[in-house]
């Protein structure tokens, strides 16, 4: 009988034995996927984030470059009233050179940008395009008609006479106002989603 308790006593220490190391081994085998998860975890998320949202990027882009549309406003406005008023007119016709190249640059500037996950980009791309090409026209034939204003009868009684310039400078205003407008609704439904900068059409 002694024998015999001594080999059950043997056998369940072996037992607690085996079970101790299955349970150390599930544990160890725990431990590796959990290390197995933890490496490839950080992978995964870093492989998503490039692509989470390629149009916001594209948005946060497009922002920026509206953000510098309407620098020139203040200054187009000022040169306008000189020319009519026929105060400053070299001053006048250079600002607004200077304002058409400014806006012929936020056109080279939106051809390089990348705007296909917006959406209606061609829609607004076409929009800002035409705006800003309608008011650099517009600078251009202000300037122009600064020009004629500093000249023999250019002014009567301190106002420049309208001219073909004038004319054809309005018509290119109006014509960007038109644009502008169909930018900025455009633009807003955009902004709205992504929480950017909302803009007024004169903003643009």
């Known amino acids: 009988m002694p024998l015999i308790a001594a ?27 959990n290390q197995t ?12 984030s ?14 920026k470059l509206l953000a510098d549309s309407g620098d020139s406003r203040t200054s187009v406005i000022n040169a306008v009233a000189a020319v009519k008023s026929c105060k400053n007119l070299g001053q006048a016709a250079k600002d607004l050179r200077d ?4 806006r012929n640059g936020l056109v080279t500037s939106l ?10 980009h061609a829609a607004l791309t076409d929009a800002l395009t035409k705006a800003w090409k309608a008011s650099a026209s517009a600078d251009n034939h202000y300037a122009a008609w600064a020009d004629q204003a500093a000249g023999k009868k250019g002014c009567k009684k301190g106002q420049a006479r309208v001219t073909g310039q004038t004319l054809a400078g309005n018509r290119a205003s109006g014509t960007a106002s038109t644009e502008k407008v169909k930018a900025a609704r455009l633009w807003n439904e955009i902004a ?3 929480g950017l900068t909302q803009r007024q059409p004169v903003q643009l």
Do not use: E, H, R
């Not at 998860?37 to 998503?48: E, H, I, L």
């Not at 149009?55 to 882009?61: L, P, R, W």
């Not at 304002?99 to 400014?102: R, S, W």
């Open 7 to 33: 080999v059950g006593i043997g056998i369940a220490v072996l037992g607690i034995g085996a079970g101790a190391l299955l349970a150390g081994g599930g544990d160890d085998k725990g431990d590796g996927k």
């Open 37 to 48: 998860v933890s490496a490839t975890a950080p992978a995964t998320d870093g492989s998503a």
């Open 50 to 63: 490039p692509s989470a949202d390629p149009a916001k990027q594209q948005a946060v882009a497009l922002d």
């Open 99 to 102: 304002a058409a190249q400014q």
């Open 111 to 120: 051809s390089a940008l990348s705007v296909d996950k917006l959406p209606n």
């Open 192 to 194: 709205k989603t992504y």
